[in-house]
Protein backbone atom coordinates (compact mmCIF):
# COMPACT_ATOMS: atom_id res chain seq x y z
CA UNK A 1 0.00 0.00 0.00
CA UNK A 2 1.22 3.33 -0.45
CA UNK A 3 1.62 6.35 2.02
CA UNK A 4 3.07 9.81 2.38
CA UNK A 5 4.45 10.81 5.48
CA UNK A 6 4.92 14.49 6.81
CA UNK A 7 6.77 14.08 10.10
CA UNK A 8 6.30 18.11 10.93
CA UNK A 9 2.91 19.62 11.61
CA UNK A 10 4.82 23.07 11.40
CA UNK A 11 7.85 24.50 10.35
CA UNK A 12 8.87 27.48 11.60
CA UNK A 13 11.56 29.69 9.36
CA UNK A 14 12.86 33.48 9.42
CA UNK A 15 12.96 35.26 6.31
CA UNK A 16 16.15 34.56 4.36
CA UNK A 17 16.99 31.79 5.82
CA UNK A 18 17.14 27.79 3.76
CA UNK A 19 14.02 26.09 4.52
CA UNK A 20 13.44 22.56 4.34
CA UNK A 21 9.71 20.39 4.36
CA UNK A 22 10.07 17.11 4.90
CA UNK A 23 8.21 14.35 3.19
CA UNK A 24 8.99 10.09 3.28
CA UNK A 25 7.20 7.78 1.26
CA UNK A 26 6.40 4.37 1.23
CA UNK A 27 5.09 2.56 -2.35
CA UNK A 28 5.54 -0.77 -4.30
CA UNK A 29 6.89 -0.18 -7.53
CA UNK A 30 8.51 3.20 -8.38
CA UNK A 31 7.14 6.70 -7.36
CA UNK A 32 6.09 9.13 -8.67
CA UNK A 33 5.82 12.48 -5.89
CA UNK A 34 4.85 15.71 -6.09
CA UNK A 35 4.65 18.98 -3.81
CA UNK A 36 1.93 21.25 -3.53
CA UNK A 37 1.17 24.69 -1.77
CA UNK A 38 -2.12 25.68 -0.27
CA UNK A 39 -3.25 29.17 0.62
CA UNK A 40 -5.84 29.94 3.10
CA UNK A 41 -9.70 28.99 1.49
CA UNK A 42 -7.70 27.99 -1.71
CA UNK A 43 -7.52 25.02 -3.93
CA UNK A 44 -4.08 23.67 -4.26
CA UNK A 45 -1.24 24.76 -6.44
CA UNK A 46 1.40 22.62 -8.19
CA UNK A 47 4.77 23.40 -7.18
CA UNK A 48 7.42 20.08 -8.77
CA UNK A 49 7.23 16.80 -9.31
CA UNK A 50 9.57 13.59 -9.75
CA UNK A 51 9.21 11.41 -12.35
CA UNK A 52 12.21 9.82 -13.46
CA UNK A 53 15.79 10.92 -14.23
CA UNK A 54 17.95 13.89 -12.10
CA UNK A 55 17.17 13.42 -8.44
CA UNK A 56 16.93 17.04 -7.90
CA UNK A 57 14.26 18.74 -9.64
CA UNK A 58 13.25 23.03 -9.69
CA UNK A 59 9.88 23.77 -9.54
CA UNK A 60 7.77 26.72 -9.09
CA UNK A 61 8.69 29.87 -6.89
CA UNK A 62 12.05 29.21 -6.30
CA UNK A 63 11.30 25.37 -4.65
CA UNK A 64 13.15 22.65 -5.23
CA UNK A 65 13.39 18.93 -3.94
CA UNK A 66 15.37 16.27 -4.25
CA UNK A 67 14.28 12.71 -4.35
CA UNK A 68 16.45 9.81 -2.26
CA UNK A 69 15.63 6.47 -3.04
CA UNK A 70 17.57 4.99 -0.60
CA UNK A 71 15.99 7.03 2.16
CA UNK A 72 12.62 7.10 0.10
CA UNK A 73 12.06 10.65 1.00
CA UNK A 74 11.51 14.07 -1.17
CA UNK A 75 12.40 17.06 1.04
CA UNK A 76 11.08 20.07 -0.18
CA UNK A 77 13.70 23.32 0.09
CA UNK A 78 14.33 26.58 -0.41
CA UNK A 79 17.55 28.42 -0.44
CA UNK A 80 16.15 31.93 1.26
CA UNK A 81 12.53 31.79 2.45
CA UNK A 82 9.91 34.75 1.48
CA UNK A 83 7.52 35.72 4.06
CA UNK A 84 5.00 34.70 1.29
CA UNK A 85 5.96 31.30 0.97
CA UNK A 86 3.80 31.05 4.64
CA UNK A 87 1.23 28.22 3.60
CA UNK A 88 -0.11 24.76 3.89
CA UNK A 89 2.17 22.08 1.61
CA UNK A 90 1.57 18.57 1.12
CA UNK A 91 3.45 16.11 -0.08
CA UNK A 92 2.01 13.29 -2.47
CA UNK A 93 2.84 10.16 -4.08
CA UNK A 94 1.59 7.60 -6.84
CA UNK A 95 3.02 4.41 -7.97
CA UNK A 96 3.72 3.72 -11.44
CA UNK A 97 1.29 0.88 -12.17
CA UNK A 98 -1.21 3.22 -14.06
CA UNK A 99 -3.50 3.68 -10.91
CA UNK A 100 -5.43 6.80 -10.19
CA UNK A 101 -5.38 6.77 -6.58
CA UNK A 102 -2.63 9.60 -5.16
CA UNK A 103 -2.18 9.74 -1.40
CA UNK A 104 -1.75 12.85 -0.09
CA UNK A 105 0.29 13.46 3.11
CA UNK A 106 -1.34 15.60 6.15
CA UNK A 107 0.55 18.85 5.16
CA UNK A 108 3.12 20.74 6.70
CA UNK A 109 2.47 24.49 8.17
CA UNK A 110 5.03 27.12 6.98
CA UNK A 111 5.80 30.30 9.02
CA UNK A 112 8.02 32.49 7.85
CA UNK A 113 8.82 35.19 10.36
CA UNK A 114 10.21 39.08 9.17
CA UNK B 1 -3.74 27.14 -21.43
CA UNK B 2 -6.53 25.01 -19.15
CA UNK B 3 -8.96 26.55 -16.38
CA UNK B 4 -10.70 24.82 -13.78
CA UNK B 5 -13.89 26.26 -12.05
CA UNK B 6 -16.02 24.86 -8.99
CA UNK B 7 -19.01 26.62 -7.70
CA UNK B 8 -20.38 27.69 -5.47
CA UNK B 9 -17.43 28.72 -3.03
CA UNK B 10 -19.19 28.61 -0.19
CA UNK B 11 -22.64 26.98 0.69
CA UNK B 12 -24.16 26.38 4.16
CA UNK B 13 -26.79 23.58 3.50
CA UNK B 14 -29.54 21.80 6.84
CA UNK B 15 -28.85 18.88 7.59
CA UNK B 16 -30.81 16.08 4.82
CA UNK B 17 -31.13 18.66 2.32
CA UNK B 18 -30.06 17.59 -1.21
CA UNK B 19 -26.25 18.82 -2.62
CA UNK B 20 -25.11 20.02 -6.04
CA UNK B 21 -21.74 21.18 -6.74
CA UNK B 22 -19.99 21.45 -9.65
CA UNK B 23 -16.70 21.60 -11.53
CA UNK B 24 -15.93 22.71 -15.18
CA UNK B 25 -12.88 22.80 -17.07
CA UNK B 26 -11.47 24.45 -19.80
CA UNK B 27 -8.89 24.27 -22.55
CA UNK B 28 -8.48 20.63 -22.68
CA UNK B 29 -10.30 17.41 -23.87
CA UNK B 30 -11.19 14.12 -22.42
CA UNK B 31 -9.55 14.84 -19.05
CA UNK B 32 -9.33 12.75 -15.51
CA UNK B 33 -11.30 14.59 -13.33
CA UNK B 34 -11.05 14.16 -9.62
CA UNK B 35 -13.20 14.86 -6.42
CA UNK B 36 -11.56 15.31 -3.11
CA UNK B 37 -12.82 16.49 0.45
CA UNK B 38 -10.41 18.14 2.86
CA UNK B 39 -11.15 17.98 6.42
CA UNK B 40 -9.89 20.52 8.97
CA UNK B 41 -7.19 22.18 6.37
CA UNK B 42 -5.27 19.11 6.02
CA UNK B 43 -4.77 15.57 4.34
CA UNK B 44 -6.98 15.56 1.17
CA UNK B 45 -9.32 11.97 0.17
CA UNK B 46 -10.42 11.10 -3.21
CA UNK B 47 -13.43 10.62 -3.36
CA UNK B 48 -14.45 9.80 -6.77
CA UNK B 49 -12.72 10.09 -10.04
CA UNK B 50 -13.43 9.37 -13.64
CA UNK B 51 -11.90 9.20 -16.86
CA UNK B 52 -14.69 10.02 -18.88
CA UNK B 53 -18.26 10.62 -19.74
CA UNK B 54 -20.41 8.47 -17.87
CA UNK B 55 -17.51 7.16 -16.23
CA UNK B 56 -17.16 7.23 -12.16
CA UNK B 57 -15.27 5.57 -9.82
CA UNK B 58 -15.86 5.61 -6.29
CA UNK B 59 -13.01 5.25 -3.72
CA UNK B 60 -14.84 5.73 -0.57
CA UNK B 61 -18.31 4.26 0.58
CA UNK B 62 -20.19 6.83 1.74
CA UNK B 63 -23.49 9.66 1.38
CA UNK B 64 -22.27 11.11 -1.96
CA UNK B 65 -21.95 10.35 -5.63
CA UNK B 66 -20.51 11.74 -8.61
CA UNK B 67 -21.75 12.26 -12.40
CA UNK B 68 -19.84 13.20 -15.79
CA UNK B 69 -22.37 14.17 -17.81
CA UNK B 70 -20.13 16.32 -20.09
CA UNK B 71 -16.77 15.50 -20.82
CA UNK B 72 -15.16 18.68 -18.91
CA UNK B 73 -18.10 18.48 -16.43
CA UNK B 74 -17.91 16.58 -13.16
CA UNK B 75 -20.48 16.94 -10.69
CA UNK B 76 -20.88 16.08 -6.79
CA UNK B 77 -24.25 15.37 -5.09
CA UNK B 78 -25.91 14.25 -2.56
CA UNK B 79 -29.66 13.31 -1.88
CA UNK B 80 -29.66 13.73 1.89
CA UNK B 81 -26.75 15.57 3.81
CA UNK B 82 -25.26 14.39 7.19
CA UNK B 83 -23.38 16.69 9.52
CA UNK B 84 -20.22 14.84 8.58
CA UNK B 85 -20.30 16.03 5.05
CA UNK B 86 -18.60 19.42 5.79
CA UNK B 87 -15.68 20.09 4.63
CA UNK B 88 -13.50 21.72 1.87
CA UNK B 89 -14.44 20.16 -1.62
CA UNK B 90 -11.59 20.07 -4.11
CA UNK B 91 -12.16 19.08 -7.85
CA UNK B 92 -8.84 18.85 -9.59
CA UNK B 93 -8.19 17.36 -13.40
CA UNK B 94 -4.93 16.00 -14.92
CA UNK B 95 -4.37 14.85 -18.67
CA UNK B 96 -5.58 11.66 -19.97
CA UNK B 97 -3.01 9.37 -21.20
CA UNK B 98 -4.50 6.23 -20.71
CA UNK B 99 -3.51 5.96 -16.91
CA UNK B 100 -3.21 8.39 -14.39
CA UNK B 101 0.60 7.71 -14.26
CA UNK B 102 2.96 10.70 -14.04
CA UNK B 103 0.19 13.32 -14.95
CA UNK B 104 -0.01 16.02 -12.60
CA UNK B 105 -3.23 16.82 -11.07
CA UNK B 106 -4.54 20.97 -11.26
CA UNK B 107 -7.13 21.64 -8.44
CA UNK B 108 -10.05 23.70 -8.61
CA UNK B 109 -10.33 26.75 -5.69
CA UNK B 110 -12.81 24.32 -3.83
CA UNK B 111 -16.24 24.60 -2.49
CA UNK B 112 -16.64 24.96 1.44
CA UNK B 113 -19.49 23.46 2.70
CA UNK B 114 -21.03 23.65 5.99
CA UNK B 115 -23.88 21.50 6.97
CA UNK B 116 -25.86 22.86 9.95
Known amino acids: AQSVAQPEDQVNVAEGNPLTVKCTYSVSGNPYLFWYVQYPNRGLQFLLKYITGDNLVKGSYGFEAEFNKSQTSFHLKKPSALVSDSALYFCAVRDNTGGFKTIFGAGTRLFVKA | SQTIHQWPATLVQPVGSPLSLECTVEGTSNPNLYWYRQAAGRGLQLLFY??????ISSEVPQNLSASRPQDRQFILSSKKLLLSDSGFYLCAWSFNSGGAGRETQYFGPGTRLLVL
Open chain 2, 50 to 55: SVGIGQ
